[in-house]
């Protein structure tokens, strides 16, 4: 029972600072603080959200996902964004439990569920995340023991390095840019905390669902094999894969 009593709160403190990430989607690409203002506002008619209509997921459940004032619709990413922070929260409890590791690969993961939704909307990477975050995944891996700082920094030169090549044959072939320096430098910030290994893996998982993701946007809605597919996401999805199972299937695999 007390063991469920400490998932159930883990999962409530991850939907709460899913509700932060939706803060941090909504105003970073926007160039707006994510503190000031401390309190959300409509997007529609920009009145103030109080704290019972901001609790995570339920307010927007009671509220039938609409705006108490103006009735306009609430996008249904938000309840999704705390639901998916909090279920991550309770994952990375069950496989690092509360520790400084658990944290830094909570704090990791947080940040890409952030960078997954402002690419998808925005088909940027904000440099705000990814910048920072290689020097501090850098510092990470020493408290890291699935990770080395000599595999962090191998991770790296190989994640950045493998898409730079990738970017300069594909331009150097077409004549235009195939892939954005986003991804470059989200891949190499990703290589700091999964090592070598982990952006090996990343790639080909990433590779792999954008591919299938890619083919059914042709066959569903007449795409052709032209069009831009922001590859944020997908490196998000190998990344946190490799994370949660990336030891067990490469043992698998292995062996």
Same mark, same amino acid.
Do not use: Q
């Given at each position: 029972? =007390?063991?469920?009593?400490?998932?159930?709160?883990?999962?409530?403190?991850?939907?709460?600072?899913?509700?932060?990430? !939706?803060?941090?989607?909504?105003? /970073?690409? *926007?160039?707006?603080?994510?503190?000031?203002?401390?309190?959300?506002?409509?997007?529609?008619?920009?009145?103030?959200?109080?704290?019972?209509? !901001?609790?995570?997921?339920?307010?927007?459940?009671?509220?039938?996902?609409?705006?108490?004032?103006?009735?306009?619709?609430?996008?249904?990413?938000?309840? &999704?964004?705390?639901?998916?922070?909090?279920? *991550?929260?309770?994952?990375?409890?069950?496989?690092?439990?509360?520790?400084?590791? $658990? &944290?830094?690969?909570?704090?990791?993961?947080?940040? /890409?569920?952030?960078?997954? =939704?402002?690419?998808?909307?925005?088909?940027?990477?904000?440099?705000?995340?990814? /910048?920072?975050?290689?020097?501090?995944?850098? +510092? +990470?891996?020493?408290?890291?023991? *699935?990770?080395?700082? %000599? +595999?962090?920094?191998?991770?790296?030169?190989?994640?950045? #390095?493998?898409? /730079?090549?990738?970017?300069?044959?594909?331009?150097?072939?077409? $004549?235009?840019?195939?892939?954005? @320096? $986003?991804?470059?430098?989200? &891949?190499?910030?990703? @290589?700091?905390?999964? $090592?070598?290994? @982990?952006?090996?893996?990343?790639? =080909?998982?990433?590779?792999?669902? #954008?591919?299938?993701? @890619?083919?059914?946007?042709?066959?569903?809605?007449?795409? !052709?094999? %032209?069009? +831009?597919?922001?590859?944020?996401?997908?490196?998000?999805?190998? *990344?946190?894969?490799?994370?949660?199972?990336?030891?067990?299937?490469?043992?698998?695999?292995?062996?």
């Amino acid at each position: 029972m =007390f063991d469920l009593w400490i998932v159930g709160i883990i999962f409530i403190l991850g939907l709460c600072i899913g509700s932060f990430l !939706n803060v941090c989607i909504y105003r /970073l690409p *926007a160039s707006k603080s994510i503190v000031d203002p401390p309190r959300s506002i409509c997007p529609n008619c920009n009145s103030p959200i109080p704290f019972y209509d !901001n609790i995570p997921v339920l307010s927007y459940l009671c509220l039938k996902g609409r705006c108490r004032y103006c009735h306009s619709r609430i996008s249904f990413r938000y309840p &999704l964004v705390e639901f998916i922070t909090g279920i *991550a929260a309770v994952n990375v409890f069950f496989t690092s439990g509360v520790t400084l590791e $658990g &944290l830094i690969y909570f704090v990791f993961i947080s940040s /890409l569920i952030v960078i997954t =939704f402002i690419d998808i909307d925005h088909k940027i990477i904000p440099d705000i995340i990814t /910048l920072p975050g290689i020097p501090l995944g850098l +510092a +990470a891996s020493f408290a890291l023991p *699935a990770v080395t700082f %000599k +595999a962090s920094l191998l991770g790296l030169l190989i994640g950045g #390095g493998s898409l /730079l090549c990738v970017a300069w044959v594909y331009t150097l072939i077409t $004549g235009k840019d195939g892939m954005g @320096g $986003g991804d470059i430098k989200l &891949l190499g910030m990703m @290589g700091t905390i999964v $090592g070598w290994k @982990g952006v090996i893996f990343t790639i =080909f998982v990433s590779s792999m669902v #954008g591919t299938c993701v @890619g083919m059914i946007m042709i066959l569903v809605k007449g795409k !052709n094999m %032209k069009f +831009a597919i922001p590859f944020g996401p997908f490196l998000s999805v190998g *990344a946190i894969s490799y994370i949660f199972f990336g030891e067990k299937i490469l043992h698998w695999y292995l062996n």
